[in-house]
């Protein structure tokens, strides 16, 4: 007998209270021990179209809804009497004719009817365009798990009926169809050998249903109610966790698509494969490897042996304890001390005529970012990213306020951050690397010298390194080529397509912040059309005030507006360009009777507050609702940031990093969005509509 769970059985239990779950919890391992059912009150569902559907008596009004065949025992949801019945009598669970994979359908004679009002159309009217096109054939829906019963009903949709439609298909049906709805032609998934290919071995099947083998496994899935990526993964996530790569991978997608998820299990499957292995999990910031151990700990609570072979280390550092291993120890210089001995080089050094800032940033891109010591090897020293060309003389009269700054960091016992990575680079070159794997979160934010480094650890062996990350969530570092640091992902590269986080109406507003392809300099390329979202939602609110007041005003009805709707506190977060802006959103939340909490670099959040912060702190979070504030013309894009490019792809830069920024603010919020600023406003706020 094979005991299943489906992912709403876990839906449904975390929308109950405490002790109800405990109480549906108990029938389930009951059940678990008891097959048959001969010591529990079972119910037939008369008007239940599958006749498979057992009702499972918890207590007085709860009901677990059980479907029971000779091979199988599946818990499919709990609820109170009346809509767990309801539940049931609207979905059969069946194999796909076309794809084999188990899954509900709903039955579609019973949904609810899309209303189009009746309305005599005007001359020259646009017709009604139907969301499927007419070249896609049925064989091709249902190649993709479309339910034989919902063919007709897909074709009757136009643009606005179709997401409807969409969220009542199973999963991966909704997927396609929504892509179909927007030009993109998916391929079918093709289970890859040993991945099974019929019913809850199918890997469609395997994101909703999980065969769970013992009482342990079973406890473990129940915790994980609220956490279903700690159970189910999409098929395409899941190739990429379980695939061996004979190099360097990178996994991308836009934010909500389960980059992290992805990198999570990586992690773990890595570890579990040898009992040996050595794993690093990293990310470029403090707070974002605290919340990734974190993450981490929830899914490999049971398995402690596995767990204590990963190290979640911010990617500072790692390194910080490796250098110390080899070197010893040695101060790194911060970038005020920087930017002071760069002022004074350049001042000492009167042969050079370029103003400090472009120096500053051409020892920090091309110096010290390649570990350049001697002259010869800046003469011939690539510049990638570094649109304005020199010529050899004006190589040499910027090396004069290079090697007086090598000088001064030699006497003053200093290491930059860059030549800190340069040292570990050359030491592990060809050495045996302290991990077996290396999976970085966030890589879009790595530096060009920790790609370098992390290259001589890993680039050479399979499975050594396996990138997360998003092109468009680029806010800390300048574009640079990943080859020329000795990382090659082409052949290896993969775009996750299926939002989780975000409903519709958000992604697409946030999405035209930022360009339909992306590429790095290397000329991968991210695309976001065919990217789809799973549920619906208000459209954001963005509009432009007269001034603050009225901005404030504004900002606190519709945060009270959430609140009277059952939003919580600690699900709001509030969110500004700058520090020099967080009085503006502690007035709006103080105005909402809001109790709030200030983010600082851990970017702890505290249970039952608003969180307010940078948008730079945004990065890794997620709310139901997210008011982002204080986008007026001179704070987005930053004015001082503007006025400080020293060229023209600096500024290019600029423009294009405070676009990223806006977009990570704005995809934190998971339901309700609202965007505000006080005239004249950010030129950004009209792009998003």
């Known amino acids: 007998m094979v005991y299943v769970i489906a992912d709403s ?53 709860l009901r677990v809804i059980v ?22 009598e609207r979905r059969v669970l069946e194999n796909h004719p076309t794809t084999g994979a188990a899954q509900f359908v709903e039955v579609a004679e019973q949904r609810r009817e899309v209303e189009v009002p009746v309305y005599v159309p005007a001359p020259r009217a646009a017709p009604r365009r139907m969301a499927i096109p007419p070249d896609v054939t049925d064989a091709e829906l249902m190649a993709h798990g ?135 999990l990293t990310t470029f910031s403090e707070a974002l490897a605290n919340a990734l151990r974190d993450q981490l700990g929830r899914l490999l609570a049971r398995q402690p042996r596995v767990s204590e072979r990963i190290e979640v280390l911010p990617l500072d550092a790692a390194a910080d304890r490796l250098y110390r291993q080899i070197a010893g120890g040695a101060r790194v210089i911060s970038d005020a001390e920087l930017e002071n001995l760069c002022r004074e080089a350049v001042a000492a050094a009167p042969e050079c005529t370029f103003p400090g800032s ?15 010591r001697h002259w010869d090897a800046y003469r011939t020293a690539p510049r990638q990213g570094r649109r304005s060309r020199l010529t050899e003389a004006q190589r040499r009269s910027c090396w004069a306020v290079f090697e007086r700054l090598n000088s001064a960091l030699d006497a003053g016992g200093c290491v930059t951050r860059a030549g800190l990575y ?41 499975d050594g390194l396996f990138f997360t990350g ?85 900002g606190a009805e519709w945060l009270a507006g959430r609140l009277k709707s059952g939003v919580e506190a600690g699900e709001v977060g509030i969110f500004v360009r700058t520090e020099a802006q967080v009085h503006r959103a502690s007035a709006v939340a103080g105005q909402a009777r809001l109790p709030y909490a200030l983010l600082d670099e851990r970017m702890a959040r505290q249970e039952g507050r608003t969180s307010i912060g940078t948008m730079h702190l945004a990065k890794g979070l997620e709310f139901r609702c997210v008011l982002v504030m204080a986008c007026d013309e001179d704070t987005l894009p930053l004015g001082t940031r503007l006025e400080a490019a020293s060229d023209d792809a600096d500024l290019r830069d600029a423009y294009d990093t405070e676009r990223q920024l806006l977009y990570v603010a704005c995809t934190r919020a998971r339901d309700e969005l609202m965007v505000t600023g006080v005239y004249p406003a950010s030129e950004f706020l009209a792009d998003m509509g």
């Open 9 to 61: 059985f876990g839906q449904s239990l975390a929308r109950l209270t405490a002790d109800e779950q405990r109480a549906a919890k108990t029938t389930a391992f009951d059940l678990q021990m008891d097959p048959s059912g001969a010591s529990m009150s079972f119910h037939r569902l008369d008007k239940a179209r599958d006749k498979r559907f057992w009702s499972v008596r918890v207590s007085s009004d």
């Open 470 to 554: 998003d092109l468009g969530q680029r806010i800390f570092q300048r574009p640079f080529s990943w080859v020329a640091q000795g990382v090659e992902v082409r052949g290896r590269s993969r775009t996750l397509k299926v939002n989780y986080r975000t409903s519709h109406q958000i992604r697409t507003a946030a999405d035209r912040l930022l360009q339909s392809e992306i590429s790095d300099v290397d000329g991968n390329t991210e695309g976001r059309k065919g990217a789809v979202s799973l549920f619906e939602g208000p459209p954001p609110r963005v509009e432009v005030f007269a001034d603050e007041g009225a901005e404030r005003d504004a």
């Open 146 to 280: 479309v339910p034989v019963a919902w063919l007709s009903s897909l074709r009757e949709a136009d643009e606005d009926e179709i997401l409807e439609i969409a969220i009542r298909l199973p999963a991966e049906a909704a997927e396609a169809v929504l892509q179909f709805s927007s030009g993109v032609r998916p391929e079918p998934l093709q289970p890859e050998p040993g991945q099974g290919g019929a019913g809850f071995d199918h890997p469609d099947a395997r994101r909703r249903f999980r065969v769970v083998a013992d009482h342990k496994e079973l406890e473990a899935a129940l915790e994980a109610a609220w956490d279903r990526w700690i159970v189910f993964l999409h098929p395409a996530q899941r190739a990429c966790v379980e695939r061996t790569y004979s190099g360097p991978a990178r996994v991308s997608g836009s934010a909500g698509t389960g980059k992290t998820v992805v990198a999570l299990h990586r992690a773990a499957h890595l570890a579990s494969a040898r009992d040996d292995a050595r794993v690093l």
């Open 422 to 462: 340069g040292a570990l680079q050359h030491h592990y070159k060809g050495t045996m690397p302290p991990y077996d794997h290396i999976v970085v979160d966030e890589a879009q934010d790595v530096s060009a010298a920790q790609l370098r480094f992390l290259a001589a650890l890993g680039s050479s062996r399979p």
């Open 67 to 88: 479907h029971r065949t000779d091979e199988s025992v599946m818990l499919c949801y709990v609820d109170h009497h009346n809509e767990a019945y309801r539940w049931a």
């Open 358 to 372: 472009f120096v500053l940033t051409e020892w920090q891109e091309v110096v010290d970012a390649q570990h350049i």
